[in-house]
């Protein structure tokens, strides 16, 4: 069964970097979504991309800092996040989309999550 496994989380100074990394345990040509979750906040999409890396999606609150992107042959999904601000902080995951709806980068339309990477961006 595919497994997804997140990496690359930590401590960040506001206006920092950080680069996420979504391993797949098996080839998968599906798109992969980011999401995060804060302290008492809903899982939210943070950004989106095709099987093909040709389709991104990002969240408004991440446009123009935020860059994701895929190489398949490595089946990993990466998430670039520069300048980073504290409402940044949150629990990073990847997932899997399993309906033709992905593109919303909506959770209902994702399955096979990852177990998730801490980010925290404070002086």
């Known amino acids: 069964q595919l497994q997804l496994v997140e990496s690359g989380g930590g401590l960040a100074q506001p206006g920092g970097s950080l680069r996420l990394s979504c391993a797949a345990s098996g080839f998968t040509s599906d798109p992969i979504g980011w999401f995060r979750q804060a302290p008492g906040k809903e899982r939210e999409g943070v950004s989106c991309?095709?099987?093909?890396?040709?389709?991104?999606k990002y969240a408004d609150s991440v446009k123009g800092r935020f860059t994701i992107s895929r190489d398949n042959a490595k089946n990993t999904v990466y998430l670039q996040m520069n300048s980073l601000k504290p409402e940044d902080t949150a629990v990073y995951y990847c997932a899997v989309g399993h309906r033709s709806s992905w593109f919303r980068c909506s959770r209902p339309d994702f399955g096979v999550w990852g177990q998730g990477t801490q980010v925290t961006v404070s002086s």
């Open positions: 991309i095709s099987s093909s890396g040709g389709l991104t």
